[in-house]
């Protein structure tokens, strides 16, 4: 079971770190990955990060400004978003894969989400 939290308002221009904690399974090989859905809108793929820290990818509209990590030991990934722009208003899920992918319906284990909200 994967539980994202850290989620919040916060002004543009601000920042929010966002944590995914794992229960029930040790993270250690999964690559995990956060992926966003704005209301009204398509989900969309954030970020992605391989097990040993060492693969990351970032969809293009965050690239610069997040910030995707892990600390195995703690069994948590973390979203480190900074310049947050009103865009960036949406529900975050964290996810689980096998393989590092930008393709949302390719991640296998998904977690619930934590509402982000940037205001003008």
């Known amino acids: 079971q994967l539980q994202a939290c850290g989620g919040g308002l916060v002004q543009a221009g601000g920042s929010l770190r966002l944590s995914c904690v794992a229960s029930?399974?040790?993270?250690?090989?999964?690559?995990m990955g956060w992926i966003r859905q704005a209301p009204g809108k398509e989900r969309e793929f954030v970020a992605a990060?391989?097990?040993?820290?060492?693969?990351?990818t970032y969809g293009d509209s965050v690239k610069g400004r997040f910030t995707i990590s892990r600390d195995n030991a703690k069994n948590t990934v973390y979203l480190q978003m900074n310049s947050l722009k009103p865009e960036d208003t949406a529900t975050y899920y964290c996810?689980?894969?096998?393989?590092?992918?930008?393709?949302?319906?390719?991640?296998?284990?998904w977690g619930q989400g934590t509402q982000v909200t940037v205001s003008s």
């Open positions: 996810a689980a894969n096998e393989i590092v992918t930008t393709t949302l319906n390719q991640w296998r284990y």
């Open positions: 029930g399974r040790t993270l250690n090989m999964y690559v």
């Open positions: 990060i391989n097990w040993n820290g060492r693969i990351i």
